[in-house]
């Protein structure tokens, strides 16, 4: 457990100096849209650059055009 909360990026966004970019997916397996929640929260508090990109419909990893194109558009404008 010292290990998890050592690392954690949401327990350690005050160190983080770089923009930081969430892309996620509502339907994600992995990593649930409440934990990637969380990480917007702590970098609020820190007033770092960041941005996010929600894919309501399906996670991250079902890849479709139209989603590429979306997720290249909003990088770009990051």
Do not use: Y
């Amino acid at each position: 457990m010292a290990q998890l909360t050592a690392t954690s990026p949401a327990l350690t966004a005050d160190r983080i100096k770089t923009p930081f970019f969430i892309a996620q997916g509502a339907k994600e397996p992995r990593v649930v849209k409440a934990e990637s929640d969380q990480m917007v929260e702590a970098l609020k508090k820190v007033a770092s650059k960041w941005t996010t990109w929600l894919r309501t419909t399906k996670a991250t990893a079902s890849v479709t055009r139209k989603t590429s194109l979306s997720f290249m558009a909003q990088w770009r404008n990051f």
